[in-house]
């Protein structure tokens, strides 16, 4: 933020403060209540404390130490706070000049240079439903993986299948009791979840079912090669099915190793355990005590149960120490929803095994589980939602209706396309509006889905900024057919003072790395969303009052072709930070 910085240190000047203090005033810096009171507002609260004198006259003083400079246009009190108005047009060259002399890379940062990342999401399970919740991690995830990248972080995409565990003895269970081969060729992963949940049910009726189920996985996790077959056939059916939904959104992992392929490290892992005293056993069960560990209460952590098979915790255990031995990450993220209480106990173990085996590095400190609200109200066509797939379709569906309603009554607005350009419209409408309404929201927040809301092309959502986006492009086109260029050369210098729509737009393109910066830090998508929702509202304020392209006014011309050239990059950029495609034409 180099004009908060400059401010700051302005700041310092005029309080007499060595320019080292400048970070400490900038963290002050906010922006005032109404936008025609200034740019920014300086709080003298804090100061009026040290300097033993009340803040009203503090701001008074301070104002009048403020020269105005190349930036700042004028420094005013107002009540306990100095307000400084910008000189909008050089901070409008200045946006322009960074934003179109590196459009892919406004924004982002070399930061996180050196300091890789390892962010573990979706992590569907095979032969068990591919939940929504996977979609809200699969989303949030890659969004996350983006947007540290775009602050220069090496990143590594880790998607955990949960292709282990005693579930798998319910599927072959079933599998051996009622399987089809054709059905199995036919609707794959669709068959493998019916099969699971038929022998679910069965085990409610008979308990003897749950028992074969166990036995079932113990052999397969003794290496029973028959058992192993099958098992080894239900996961790659399973994953390419995943790897289909992947392909669509355009999401890929660097790594695809789950539960399985970490197993073989489990015993070794658990002994550890054992040998620092750290395990114990508890109704034939073996646990690590943990409650304490990271200052609250937390249940045990089961590493083994009393039948002897290894549990989801213990594998996680022996999976993070593997991690960081290939890694060796600066933050080792989980992006898994209500699973707190099994994350605290992994994190809060391998802790306690650090300080026993006296590791060199704390690494368990790096281990973070980015959790998320649950999404209420998603259901498709065919019932409860279950597969992503399914969604998408409807989504899709949904979006080409929506598009055909819209020519239909407005041919001006939405000119008839193409069958391959509709196809392509309501592919991208479709998932943006879903990939949008998953961080419209910090992600916390529980969130309840509607498809007509979702699926507006106003108000907070996807396909609006999109809409918003198709647009620009549109004064590009009409730009281009009167041979005005393409707004990709800055100004030199603005053309006159900047109306209240034009500075409101350039201010919200300055905020954009700050955006990213606040998304990377909390691991919080919704920074961005919340920042392309407010560039897009400014764009569109700007739009609808003041007329771009002006044949009796060509510098003015050219100037806000710039304007629109700059908030068209950075709308792209930062749709594509959240997987949403930005389109030419709507
Ligand atoms: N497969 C798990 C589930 O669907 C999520 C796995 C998350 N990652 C991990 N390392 N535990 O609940």
Redesign the pocket.
């Known amino acids: 933020m180099p004009f908060t910085s400059h401010i700051a240190r302005v700041l310092c000047a005029a309080l007499d403060y060595a320019p080292e203090r400048a970070d400490e005033i900038a963290r002050l810096l906010g922006s005032p209540p109404d936008p025609a009171m200034g740019d920014l507002a300086f709080p003298c609260f804090q100061l009026a404390k040290t300097l033993r004198t009340a803040p009203p006259k503090i701001a008074a003083e301070l104002a009048a130490a403020i020269p105005p400079d190349e930036l700042i246009a004028s420094a005013v009190a107002s009540g306990p706070y100095v307000n400084i108005h910008l000189d909008r047009q050089e901070v409008a060259r200045r946006v322009l000049g960074a934003v179109l002399a590196d459009p892919e890379g406004y924004g982002g940062s070399r930061a996180g240079a050196g300091a890789l990342v390892v962010l573990?999401?979706?992590?569907?399970?095979i032969a068990?439903p591919f939940?929504f919740?996977?979609l809200r991690?699969t989303n949030l995830g890659a969004d996350l993986a983006r947007i540290l990248a775009f602050r220069g972080h090496p990143v590594l995409r880790?998607n955990?299948?949960?292709d282990w565990g005693t579930q798998f003895g319910f599927v072959i269970h079933a599998w051996q009791q009622w399987g089809e081969e054709e059905l199995l060729r036919e609707r794959a992963i669709d068959y493998l979840v019916e099969l699971y949940v038929r022998a679910h049910r069965a085990s409610e009726a008979d308990p003897g079912v749950r028992e074969q189920a166990r036995e079932l996985f113990l052999r397969l996790e003794q290496g029973d090669p028959q058992i192993t077959a099958l098992w080894q056939r239900f996961r790659e059916l399973s994953l390419a099915g995943f790897m289909k939904t992947y392909q669509r959104l355009g999401i890929g992992f660097d790594n695809y190793d789950?539960?399985a392929a970490v197993n073989p490290l489990v015993e070794a892992t658990i002994q550890r355990f054992v040998r620092a005293g750290l395990a114990e056993e508890s109704e034939g069960a073996l646990v690590v005590q943990v409650s304490g560990v990271l200052g609250r209460e937390i249940a045990p952590l089961m590493l083994r149960k009393s039948d002897g098979a290894s549990t989801?915790a213990a594998?996680?255990c022996a999976?993070?120490i593997d991690r960081w031995e290939r890694y060796a990450f600066a933050a080792n993220i989980?992006?898994?929803s209500?699973?707190e209480d099994?994350?605290a106990q992994?994190f809060a173990a391998l802790k306690l095994l650090a300080a026993a085996e006296q590791w060199p590095q704390p690494w368990p400190e790096a281990c973070e589980n980015v959790s998320f609200g649950y999404v209420r109200g998603m259901s498709t066509r065919k019932g409860e939602a279950v597969w992503l797939e399914d969604v998408l379709d409807e989504a899709r569906d949904r979006a080409r209706r929506i598009r055909e309603a819209k020519s239909a009554a407005n041919p001006r607005a939405f000119p008839g396309l193409s069958a391959a350009e509709l196809d392509h419209v309501s592919e991208s409408v479709g998932q943006a509006a879903l990939l949008y309404f998953d961080v419209s929201s910090r992600r916390l927040s529980d969130i309840s889905f509607d498809w007509d809301t979702v699926l507006q092309f106003e108000g907070n959502t996807g396909p609006y900024l999109q809409y918003s986006h198709a647009r620009m492009c549109g004064i590009f086109r009409r730009a281009a057919e009167q041979g005005l260029g393409d707004g990709s050369t800055p100004p030199a210098q603005w053309p006159g003072a900047l109306a209240d729509e034009e500075w409101g737009l350039v201010m919200a393109l300055r905020g954009f790395g700050a955006a990213v910066e606040r998304a990377a830090s909390e691991r919080e998508p919704h920074e961005v969303a919340r920042f392309l929702h407010g560039l897009a509202s400014s764009y569109n304020a700007f739009y609808n009052n003041c007329i771009v392209i002006d044949p009796a006014n060509p510098p003015t011309t050219q100037a806000r072709l710039a304007l629109v050239r700059a908030s068209q990059a950075v709308l792209a950029r930062g749709l594509a930070l959240l997987g949403i495609r930005a389109l030419e034409t709507m």
């Open positions: 573990d999401f979706s992590a569907p399970n068990k939940h919740g996977h991690s880790k955990y299948i949960g789950g539960e989801y594998r996680d999976e993070a989980y992006v898994v209500r699973q099994h994350f992994v």
